[in-house]
């Protein structure tokens, strides 16, 4: 079966520090998305990106966050200046060809941020 | 109105035994409701979902039951195994014009005893 694949699986950084969160789509899925799940808690929308933009974002996306796909495979998230409350599972999501497909999600990123 | 209400928040159920969980949604405007099942340290994967033009849809010993006027929708895990132990999270989204956010409940853990 096809899957979304995350890299790094695990990242402790200092705050302030920039972190980028990597991520294979699976391959011919148009549609990303990121989400994060604070320890124990539920999973939470951060952004969706469709044609090469971002189609909607939640009040977690500040300005601190930026999504791109530089290379047409990776999907990137980048956390400019990471505080000690963007600590949590950061899961990247894809979907198919069409609206009204199934999401995958990855495996995850965690991030400690210490 | 974007809230999706799941309960209960844990589970407990011996082998065999039927588990039921719960979930509630607002937006008239949502058409795809699935269910995550996620084993810690793993992202959320696809366990079975529903479109509102249906009541009810079965998939092994998997059962979601809708009730578009009620606006609620439960997951039947017949006879529940060990290895059903899980958190399980429903969700929400639209699929026609908007980015196909999930909304999730905030999800249940389920144990099952031997």
């Known amino acids: 079966e096809p899957e979304v694949t995350q890299t790094p699986s695990h990242q402790v950084t200092q705050m302030g520090q920039e972190v980028i969160l990597r991520c294979v789509p699976i391959?011919?899925?148009?549609?990303f998305y990121w989400y994060r799940q604070i320890l124990g808690q539920k999973v939470e929308f951060l952004v969706s990106?469709?044609?090469?933009?971002?189609?909607?974002k939640s009040e977690i996306f500040d300005d601190q966050f930026s999504v791109e796909r530089p290379d047409g495979s990776n999907f990137t998230l980048k956390i400019r200046s990471t505080k000690l409350e963007d600590s949590a599972m950061y899961f990247c999501?894809?979907?198919?060809?069409?609206?009204?497909?199934?999401?995958?999600f990855g495996e995850g990123s965690w991030l400690t941020v210490v | 109105q974007q809230q999706v209400k799941q309960s209960p928040q844990s589970l407990i159920v011996q082998k065999g035994g039927i588990s039921i969980i719960n979930c509630a949604y607002e937006n008239t405007a949502f058409d795809y409701f699935p269910w995550y099942q996620q084993f810690p340290g793993k992202g959320p994967a696809l366990l079975i979902a529903?479109?509102?033009?249906?009541s009810e849809k079965k998939e092994g010993r998997f059962t979601i039951s809708f009730n578009k006027s009620a606006k609620q929708f439960s997951l039947h895990i017949m006879d529940s195994q060990p290895g059903d132990s899980a958190t399980y999270f429903c969700a929400a989204t639209r699929t026609q014009g908007g980015s196909e956010k999930l909304v999730f409940g905030k999800g249940t853990k389920l144990t099952v005893n031997p």
């Open positions: 529903i479109r509102p033009d249906v």
């Open positions: 999501a894809t979907a198919g060809l069409r609206a009204g497909n199934t999401i995958y």
């Open positions: 990106f469709y044609n090469n933009e971002i189609s909607e």
């Open positions: 391959s011919n899925h148009l549609y």
